[in-house]
């Protein structure tokens, strides 16, 4: 077998020396300097081996400013190897991935065109918000799931008699899945998103079978905590249990944690495709096993 390097970015350096670990590869890690302009200089710390060299790097915000440097990181590894597999653990832009109104440009499309042109033969994701946004990509593109790990995460925290909720019908079969290695049904509720203004609202009624019971919170990513908090609202008014959410991408924008916990949760329990408080699964095996 030929020798595999990983490089790390700096938005996913503790996951990329995990990967690397699992696929008993070289690992090569990142100097940033950003200049005071914004401009990101990068310098990659030893030359990668002959082989396979695997980018890892997530676009969280800064959205742009990342994306640019794991543009770089896989323009840079083109120059020692033209097998290049780019993983993004988070993928930014990924619910720009159709024309909902008219005249918007669906930005994921770009992206997927970028990775290709910038050298990247083959594209690793995680949880991607929608499967519809693989088909904007020319080159191979895998999406792995980091739902069997949340779900032992959470199975191990003694739920009492655990019903998996999806905040929204877009996430049913995700909660779906997740029940299935839980152990456990699911139901999903209906979430109307105002595409002007964002602003979130739970349309289902009167729902009985929540009574009583803990309930897991699922979905892909939490931004805002918008979608959470209205759920978890809803339920509270239906006198469930303990509210738990589980989701891969833990964005928490604008201290979106405290208001979600303000508003009932009990826990967050996120991946670490974005490194922060609540981050406790690692998704480092699938991707491993993915590659
Ligand atoms: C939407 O369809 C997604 O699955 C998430 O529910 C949503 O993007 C979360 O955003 P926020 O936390 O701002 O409500």
Do not use: W
Not at 215 to 229: A, E, K, N, P, W
């Amino acid at each position: 077998m030929s020798a595999i390097t990983v490089i790390g970015g700096k938005a996913s350096e503790d996951l990329a020396r995990k990967l690397a670990k699992k696929l008993k590869a070289s690992f090569v890690s990142t100097e940033l300097r950003v200049f005071p302009d914004g401009e990101s200089k990068i310098t990659i710390s030893s030359k990668p081996k002959k082989g396979k060299i695997i980018v890892v790097n997530s676009t969280y915000p800064p959205v742009d400013t990342n994306l640019l440097q794991t543009l770089s990181l896989i323009a840079k590894a083109r120059q020692f190897s033209n097998q290049i597999i780019c993983v993004i653990p988070y993928l930014g832009y990924a619910r720009q991935d159709r024309e909902f109104l008219p005249g918007e440009i669906v930005t994921l499309s770009v992206i997927a065109k970028l990775l290709s042109s910038a050298g990247a033969s083959k594209v690793i994701v995680v949880d991607m918000h929608s499967m519809l946004g693989l088909n904007h990509f020319t080159i191979p593109v895998r999406n792995v799931s980091a739902v069997p790990e949340l779900a032992n995460h959470l199975k191990k925290m003694r739920l009492k008699n655990p019903l998996v909720v999806s905040p929204d019908l877009g996430g049913k079969e995700r909660a779906k899945e997740f029940a299935k290695f839980y152990g456990t049904d699911y139901i999903a509720l209906q979430k109307q998103r105002d595409r002007k203004t964002g602003k979130v609202q739970i349309m289902t009624g009167n729902l009985d079978e929540v009574k009583g019971r803990d309930l897991v919170l699922v979905d892909d990513m939490i931004s805002t905590g918008g979608s959470i908090i209205k759920a978890t609202q809803f339920l509270k008014k239906q006198k469930c249990g303990k509210v738990f959410v589980a989701c891969t991408h833990a964005l928490l924008i604008d201290n979106a944690d405290q208001k979600i916990k303000k508003s009932g949760v009990s826990a967050i329990i996120s991946a670490n495709t974005i490194p922060g408080s609540t981050s406790v699964v690692d998704v480092s095996g699938v991707i491993a096993k993915a590659i």
